[in-house]
């Protein structure tokens, strides 16, 4: 069960309890009212004195008895059931409010669910996050981080916010964006009880319940908390948003609205991490976004030293057989995994090849742009002049299409990358070209200058596979190259 539904489940628990309790305070003022009657009144009471006659009180009638005692009861349970547990919730809107300024002060620390095999810290960009997560007093900047899929952007973030530790709130948005309100509320360890007062109660109870989404109302404690951070530390906290690409756009404005306001009142500092897509664009037409850092930070893929001393050193691969990897996907850390895992396995390079030729040509695809699709025409048009230029200005990219929506489109399905830092597009990785140059006859596409008019100097797809054979050598399986767990099936077949 997840957590967020954990938090549910207790709530529907302690709101039925709540409610059990009313009830049975209710049921006892109503049954000791009624006893302290029968006690009383069920006789007629009788004074003695040795100077007077006795004098003799009769009891007054029943039915008159019963209903004011009755009217009684019910005016006392109608308050108690209002009025009962308002004491226990303002001890516990203290208690909330202790925690919550706890977890915000000593930072939020989120997990790091990766193995030390398969982890490379990147140290020059941990330590550029590192200083982003310590502002100075005066701060009044938030922050916007981009990658494209698969670079190792929220492994590095996770580790730079842990290590730092104090100060510093992770919130990873979840793959349900209904779910968003609950996951802010678990990272800063709040729990939705803040409004405890004799109105607010009184409305809860009659049926009236808050409008404001629980994000908002998350949003609106941890400002709370933010602001006690800076009078006792006198320097903003920082508060980061992973995967904001999941958000809806206007979500995304009320945050960025919420970040400019708050790093003008220096309260906290906002650092907002998303993919390559759209949304770094959708950011960026929002007013709020003058108050964001000049130029986006960017993570990209390894360096080809990176990957081969990741192939080499983390995943004890022979040098020879990691250059060959490298040329097929690039220093795509998640690519990288995937070939060194298929490599380790015994998998031979020719089916590695394929199966990374197989994932490409599901992502065209999917993006449209596959022969006889939607925009397979003006994809060979990009592709021929990323092939010639490496970089594509995004305002000739969006030259090619219609329409803003639909250049967005194709951005969103992973064959292309936005990088906001240059304003530019490019292949989204190098797998994504390799399928491009490997498959260019079947694809449509000329390989030469989109410019030129000489078309014997195009290359073909039998030339290509050549120039493929001389740059990614067959790489011989040798037993050393294998991790040992794998030799005996590698014997075997």
């Keep these: 069960m997840s957590p967020s539904r954990i938090i549910q489940v207790s709530q529907f628990v302690r709101r039925r309890v709540q409610c059990k309790k009313n009830i049975f305070i209710f049921i006892f003022i109503f049954l000791t009212l009624h006893i302290f009657y029968f006690y009383f009144f069920s006789e007629p009471i009788t004074i003695s004195s040795s100077f007077y006659a006795p004098i ?14 009755g009217v009684i009861s019910i005016l006392l349970g109608i308050l108690g059931y209002f009025c009962t547990g308002v004491l226990y919730l303002a001890c516990r809107k203290r208690r ?5 300024i706890k977890t915000v002060e000593e930072g939020t620390r989120p997990e790091i669910n990766i193995s030390d095999v398969e982890l490379f810290p990147r140290p020059i960009i941990v330590n550029h996050l590192k200083t982003i997560f310590q502002p100075a007093k005066d701060q009044s900047r938030y922050y916007t981080v981009c990658g494209g899929h698969g670079t190792g952007k929220t492994t590095l973030i996770r580790l730079a916010s ?14 349900f964006v209904n779910d968003f309100g609950e996951a802010f509320g678990e990272a800063i360890n709040f729990a939705f009880e803040e409004d405890i007062s004799f109105n607010n109660q009184l409305r809860r109870k009659l049926g009236s319940t808050d409008n404001n989404p629980k994000w908002v109302r998350a949003l609106k404690a941890f400002q709370h908390a933010a602001k006690a951070y800076k009078v ?14 999941r958000l809806d756009p206007e979500v995304i404005r009320i945050l960025q609205n919420s970040a400019k306001d708050n790093a003008d009142s220096q309260t906290y500092i906002a650092v907002f991490v998303s993919s390559e897509g759209s949304v770094p664009k959708i950011m960026e037409k929002n007013s709020s976004y003058s108050r964001a850092s000049n130029r986006p930070i960017e993570i990209g893929d390894l360096t080809k030293e990176e990957s081969i001393e990741y192939l080499v050193d983390k995943r004890k691969i022979k040098e020879e057989a990691a ?17 060194a895992d298929d490599f380790l396995s015994g998998q031979a390079f020719k089916g590695i090849k394929q199966a990374i030729l197989s994932i ?9 742009i596959y022969p006889k699709q939607k925009y397979h025409k003006v994809a060979c048009q990009i592709i021929n002049s990323l092939l010639t230029i490496k970089e594509l200005e995004y305002r000739k990219y969006l030259q090619f299409f219609d329409n803003v929506e639909e250049a967005d489109e194709v951005l969103e399905k992973n064959v292309f990358a936005y990088h906001p830092g240059k304003n530019v597009v490019t292949f989204q990785s190098q797998s994504v070209e390799l399928y491009i140059r490997t498959e260019a006859d079947d694809f449509g596409v000329k390989l030469i200058d989109l410019n030129s008019a000489d078309e014997d100097n ?3 797809s039998n030339q290509m596979d050549t120039i493929i054979q001389e740059e990614y050598p067959p790489i011989t399986e040798e037993p050393s190259h294998q991790h040992p767990s794998n030799l005996n099936s590698s014997r075997e077949n």
Excluded at 96 to 100: A, E, K, P, Y
């Design 56 to 69: 003799e009180f009769a009891s007054p009638p029943y039915y008159i008895a019963a209903f004011g005692l």
């Design 96 to 100: 909330n409010d202790s925690r919550l």
């Design 162 to 175: 842990r290590e730092v530790g104090r100060g510093v709130v992770y919130v990873d948005v979840p793959p």
């Design 232 to 245: 006792k530390y006198d320097r903003p906290m920082v508060i980061v948003y992973d995967n904001v690409s």
């Design 323 to 339: 250059n060959s990897l490298y040329e097929l996907v690039g220093g795509r850390i998640v690519d990288l995994k995937f070939v």
């Design 360 to 368: 490409t040509e599901k992502k065209l695809k999917s993006a449209q």
């Design 458 to 460: 195009a290359t073909t």
